[in-house]
């Protein structure tokens, strides 16, 4: 989209969740952490969002001290909170509660100078499902390759 600036993508997310709704939440960070962050010193895997006390809660995600800090710099692992309506945590908490659900994030971006983080709500997928996304990928790999080659002729 236009106005956005990716900065990471929790592409292990995606591999392991079936994401069944995506949200969009602002991110309370120190100033530190965002000059990490327009340097992309971030690390996504293993992230997950855990509502506790009306308050939705990052944990997991890791950015690291800004090079140039001072004795000020953050703290590379702590929990950082999200910025939602108290409606959104609501929903989000009944979805996690009633269907057994897990909160991830998805990715991190810049929107209007501004870091929004979007969440996804996500089931996780069987062993069985992966493998047969992974046959799937490869026989339309091969297919496309023997399309590629056929018209080379």
């Known amino acids: 989209m236009p106005g956005q ?38 690390s996504m895997t293993g992230a997950y969002v855990q509502i506790e006390k009306a308050q939705a809660l990052l944990s997991g995600m890791t950015i690291q001290p800004y090079s140039h800090g001072n004795r000020f710099n ?29 909160l991830v994030p998805l990715r991190l971006y810049f929107r209007k100078r501004v870091v929004k983080v979007e969440i996804g709500v996500c089931r996780g997928k069987k062993l069985v499902d992966k493998r047969e996304r992974l046959k799937k990928k490869t026989s339309t790999r091969e297919a496309q390759r023997a399309i590629r080659s056929a018209t080379k002729r």
């Open 5 to 42: 600036a990716n900065i990471a993508t929790n592409r292990k997310a995606y591999h392991d969740f079936e994401i069944m709704e995506r949200h969009e939440a602002g991110i309370e960070l120190v100033g530190t952490e965002v000059k990490s962050l327009r340097l992309g010193q971030v």
């Open 74 to 102: 953050h703290e590379a692992g702590r929990q950082r909170r999200l910025l939602l309506h108290k409606r959104e945590i609501d929903k989000l908490r009944a979805d996690v509660e009633a269907a057994g659900h897990t």
